[in-house]
Structures are given as C-alpha cells and as structure tokens.
C-alpha cells in the first residue's frame, strides 16, 4: 500500500496520472485489466503501451505502429487478448482468460504518450472452476458430496446391522433346531418283553412239604 501511494505522488509530481482499480475473479475464468487514456486524439503513431506484472514480467506491449513481435512473458502466452478497434479510442485494456492464482497481484499499464500510470491490482478467489463451462458441474457434485456421504454412511451402518441381526437369528434358529432334532432322535432302549414276564419256578421241596 505505502510503495502504490509513493507512486502516485511520484507520477503527480512529474505531471503523470496515477489511478488504481481492484478487480477480482475465479480460477480458470477470465478478467478485463482496464487501461484508459484521459487525452484524446490519438493515433497509432502515438500509441505505445507496456503492461507489466508486479513490476517486473511483461504482460503485453502494445504499439500498432511497429512492425517488431509483440513482447510477452511465455507464462501469458495464448492467453492475452486486446482490442485494437478500440486504441484510437483510448481504450488498451486487456483481457487474461485461464486465470490462475500466480496471475494475482498488481498490473501496471504505462502510456508513453501521455506518461499516464494505471494500476490493477488483480484479486484470484479460492473457487476452482474449468474450461468449456465445466464450473457449474463441478460446483453441483462438490455441494452434493456432504449430502451423498451423510445419506449412504447411515444407510450402509444400517444394512450391516440387519445382516448382523440375520446372521444371528439364523444361527440360534439352525442350533434350536439341532438340538430338537437331537432329543427326537434318541434310539429308544429295547426292552425285551421276555425279560419282563420271566417264569417262576417252584421248588420242589415246598411241592413235596404242601403234599
């Protein structure tokens, strides 16, 4: 904060413009950097711009009258788009698609015509999103994990507690019925019936004694 506010007075006091703007986005979406002139009239011979990134990486350099390669970091490379009809216009914005989160931090546009500083400072929020419009589902299938996860944990507890009640019925239900079977099946003892009704015999002493 204190090193943009040095800035600032530094550009005021060499007659230069200094505006910051904050803007945020997502991982994986894209973002417009603005950049306006406050003159007006220019021509592309004029227009000469530098965007840099925390002071250091070049962004982008935009001069529509120089025939040399744009200038760019390989980091941003495919992913840097402008708006050559609106230059004349003032306007050099720039628009940073697949956004990641080292794309945060402070951008500076400098127009050298004008020696006007713009600063953007780029705030990238946490939310994960993907190309092709993929953030809508992946949003859905993050929201309903909490809510599938606390339906199908009680719902497994319980099929695990009814196969364990199963088990066990079935279980006490076989050995009730194996020791009935065990009882029912006992071999009965034979008796044998001329055992019971063996003949009595007399002694012929007491025959001879009752004569």
């Known amino acids: 904060m204190i090193s943009n506010c040095f ?3 530094f550009a005021v006091m060499i007659n230069k413009v200094c505006l910051q703007v904050t803007v945020e986005a997502v991982v994986g979406g894209s973002v ?7 003159q007006h009239g220019h021509t ?16 982008f350099d935009i ?24 230059y004349l216009r003032g306007n050099f914005s720039i628009k940073l698609n697949h956004l990641q989160h080292t794309d945060a931090g402070k951008y500076i ?8 500083f713009q600063t953007v400072q780029l705030i990238i929020n946490g939310s994960i999103s993907t190309d092709h419009g993929g953030t ?38 076989l050995d009730s019925q194996t020791a009935g079977n065990g009882v029912s099946s006992a071999t009965p003892e034979v008796v044998n ?11 012929n002493h007491d025959e001879a004694v009752g004569n």
């Open 7 to 9: 800035i600032c007075v």
């Open 32 to 38: 417009v950097l603005p950049c306006f002139s406050a």
């Open 44 to 59: 592309l011979q004029d227009i000469d711009v530098s965007w840099r990134h925390n002071g250091s990486k070049i962004i």
């Open 63 to 86: 001069i529509p009258h120089s025939n040399a390669p744009v200038t760019e970091d390989s980091e941003y490379k495919n992913r840097i788009e402008t708006f050559p009809q609106e």
């Open 109 to 116: 546009c400098f127009i050298t015509q004008s020696s006007e």
């Open 136 to 173: 809508e589902q992946e949003e859905m299938v993050s929201s309903l994990s909490p809510l599938l996860v606390s339906i199908i944990v009680p719902v497994l507890l319980l099929c695990l507690v009814v196969i364990l009640i199963a088990v066990f019925w079935r279980k006490k239900h």
């Open 193 to 203: 019936p001329s055992a019971q009704y063996k003949p009595i015999k007399t002694d």
